[in-house]
């Protein structure tokens, strides 16, 4: 297992939102490379980098900073955040970045999920985020009908790298993870999950990892000083 700390980009800031929530948004700083670099310093290999603006439009908002993060080359990159056609996919491969972050387009259109896991075999990851266990799209403001454990059964057929799943109601919170819900994925499906929403100390990172989980990704409780990346590095090792 490993830990990925994240970078959440609006208009080129470095910010969380409160349970996907875009009117509750906290601004941590305004120099994603520098935080980037303080990940490296700590011993991390990996950053999650979601552009928020690009989420709720459609389309990459925040290509400059992501390509100002990949400049650094000490980071292994996972991007999502309006990904929704293959030109952009293309686009971020050629930066460099490690595993391109499928959402709402991947749920909305099964076929081209199919088509450009394909094209792209191990290179991409298929975000679930849930309310209860409805699937969100679109930055979370949507919420559809799908189950969380049947799109995951149907997305485990697929050569995708990861399912990264979020309880949206965690996320942000600093109140752990949802366990049981994460725990009930790993089981049902014959893929690596990537598990966010929620962690907030070492023991969230070792009781991931106790239920199987590929990797734990950290936002808030870095940025608010909850959890020492290091650490949470080191515990799930």
């Known amino acids: 297992m490993y830990v990925i700390p994240a970078i959440d980009l609006r208009d080129g800031k470095c910010v969380r939102l409160i349970q996907g929530e875009y009117d509750r948004q906290i601004t941590y700083g305004d120099n994603p490379v520098k935080q980037a670099q303080l990940f490296i310093d700590a011993g991390s290999e990996w950053v999650h980098i979601i552009d928020l603006g690009g989420a709720k439009i459609g389309h990459l908002a925040n290509l400059e900073s992501i390509s100002a993060v990949a400049g650094l080359g000490k980071l292994k990159l996972e991007v999502g955040g309006g990904i929704r056609n293959e030109e ?60 969380l454990i049947e799109v995951a059964l149907e997305a485990s057929k697929l050569p995708l790298a990861a399912i990264i799943y979020t309880d949206i ?22 893929m690596p999950v990537i598990a966010a929403g929620g962690v907030q100390s070492v023991e969230d990172v070792k009781n991931l990892k106790a239920i199987g989980v590929e990797a734990a990704i950290i936002g808030r409780a870095l940025y608010e000083g909850e959890i020492d990346l290091s650490e949470a590095i080191k515990a799930s090792e």
């Open 88 to 147: 952009t996919i293309r686009q971020l491969l050629d930066l460099g970045v490690e595993r391109i972050i499928i959402g709402t387009k991947g749920i909305n259109d099964f076929e081209w999920l199919c088509e450009m896991s394909e094209k792209f075999s191990g290179k991409l990851a298929l975000s679930l985020d849930t309310r209860g266990s409805k699937v969100a799209t679109h930055g979370w403001t949507q919420e559809t009908s799908k189950e």
């Open 169 to 190: 109601t965690k996320d942000g919170m600093l109140s752990g993870p949802n366990l049981e819900r994460t725990e009930s994925l790993v089981d049902a499906i014959d």
